[in-house]
């Protein structure tokens, strides 16, 4: 799920480490693929326009002696992780929620579900999609946890408790997309094409969640963004419900369901890491915080809408699926539930990174609050995945 915040309590700074005390690492500019207005720039054809973004990465920032810390944990890991996840064979699969095409009333089910959909309004179907498209976009999420130093998977199919847990929880997730891609194809509700032209942009893009290929950060970002979706498609269901339709709602909250026990094994792993380096994790989660959760369809465009994650963002805000206070209500549970404000025998950096995480929540509501009261009028805003019929923004 995604949202785009107000950002005017984030500022871009760099890692809480001092700099004598961080390691050398690559820094990459991403090139702008803003929109040229110049003629010849309109007549190149290109094959694929990369993400529009423009900021310094940094690779590769963790210290090479803290990768011992994940080698050392894998013993812990397959005892207290991969407990988290199911069986295949006791797994739900989307046809379980779906009509049965081998079934003599199959078209029956159909226009059932149809008749349904029809009493959701389109604002809820913009979600709906944006929370699809985000969980259709799952090679990226792959392809990002494998990037961080320690606990990839080195070969494809190697048997480190981490890889393992890599892959069983991407196919896990892989359930999320298909049910509600053919859901939603069911429903004639939405522009199939625009929506799967989205996904293929938006894999295309990738993410950059500005985890420098450091478990530390990565784990700390895996675990807000399992909540985020858990809360997001738990208000789904709410809506659908209150709308009538229980076949839905049973759906967005067995997805929402399966969120919350990967957000359980992520936050798991990061209360061992404070656990085992306390300092080192508390400086991870206020750099993480500080550069702000980046979600992870940032990137999304239809090939017309410059500014269709804003958008989206918007109308989940307004509906109440995910929202500036579930951002600050996230940050909150986080740092209860790994006892930030606890901790004991942190550097002088650490408790800084200890007072600055403790206090961000109450700060981003404040924020929110002014932000809110010099909000600019709603504005009429077209979505291709509704064919073109404007929602408010």
Known sequence: MALK????????????????????????????????????????????SPPREVHVQVTHSMPPQKIEVFKSME??????????????????????????????????????????????????????????I??????????????????????????????????????????????LNKYLYLSGRVDMRQIEKTIQYLIGSGMDPRTENSPYLGFIYTSFQERATFISHGNTARLAKEHGDMKLAQICGTIAADEKRHETAYTKI?????????????????????KKISMPAHLMYDGQDDSLFEHF??????????????????????????????????????????????????RIRKLEERAQGRAKPATAVPFSWIFGRKMMV
């Open 5 to 48: 915040l107000n950002t005017a309590f984030i500022s871009p700074s760099h890692s809480p480490l001092p700099q004598s005390r961080r390691p050398r690492s690559h820094r990459v500019f991403i090139a702008s693929t803003l929109r040229s207005t110049s003629i010849e720039a309109e007549n190149v054809k290109k094959p694929f």
């Open 270 to 290: 990061v209360e061992k890491l404070f656990e085992i380096d306390p300092d080192g994790t508390v400086l991870a989660f206020a750099d993480m915080m500080r």
């Open 75 to 132: 013993g812990w890991a397959e005892e207290n992780v991969l407990v988290h996840l199911k069986p295949v064979e006791k797994c739900w699969q989307a046809q379980d929620f779906l009509p049965d095409p081998t079934s003599e009333g199959f078209h029956e089910q159909v226009k059932e579900l149809r008749e349904r959909a029809k009493e959701l309004p389109d604002d809820y179907f913009v979600v709906l999609v944006g929370d699809m």
């Open 313 to 362: 963002s918007a109308v989940a805000q307004r509906l109440g699926v995910y929202t500036a206070k579930d951002y600050a209500d996230i940050l909150e549970f986080l740092v209860g539930r790994w006892n930030i404000e606890k901790l004991m025998g942190l550097s002088g950096e650490g408790r800084k990174a200890q007072d600055y995480v403790c206090g961000l929540a109450p």
């Open 134 to 179: 985000t969980e259709e976009a799952l090679p990226t999420y792959q392809t990002m946890l494998n990037t961080l130093d320690g606990v990839r998977d080195e070969t494809g199919a190697s048997l480190t408790p981490w890889a393992v847990w890599t892959r069983a929880w991407t196919a896990e997730e892989n359930r999320h997309g298909d049910l």
